[in-house]
């Protein structure tokens, strides 16, 4: 059975940080193109990060570019994202998601809260 399991969310204060980790269990995650995703309530799922399954190629939504950054440790079969100066507009829902051809699988989500 395939799970991705997104944790590390949680509440900060503006200007904080987080990990969010993505560890993945039923597959093999190394053959996988890997994207962090973000949805506020009410709002389309917006791209916040991807990474190529080597690792090689990485991208960034407009407003994660210089704060974020995505990696992954295929030994450990996790991808992270490290969030870095954190605003009120990026608390959301984070997912990831792993896509090879036709196949996509998603987390289960975890909650991010900025805020004074």
């Known amino acids: 059975q395939v799970q991705l399991v997104n944790s590390g969310g949680g509440s900060v204060q503006p200007g904080g940080s987080l990990r969010l980790s993505c560890a993945a269990s039923g597959l093999t995650l190394y053959r996988y193109h890997i994207g962090w995703f973000r949805q506020v309530s009410g709002k389309a799922r917006e791209l916040v990060a991807i990474i190529s399954a080597n690792g090689g190629y990485t991208n960034y939504g407009d407003s994660m570019k210089d704060r974020f950054t995505i990696s992954r440790d295929n030994a450990k079969n996790t991808v992270s994202l490290e969030m870095r100066n954190l605003t009120p507009e990026d608390t959301a829902v984070y997912y990831c998601?792993?896509?090879?051809?036709?196949?996509?699988?998603w987390g289960q989500g975890t909650q991010v809260t900025v805020s004074s």
């Open positions: 998601k792993a896509h090879l051809r036709a196949d996509d699988f």
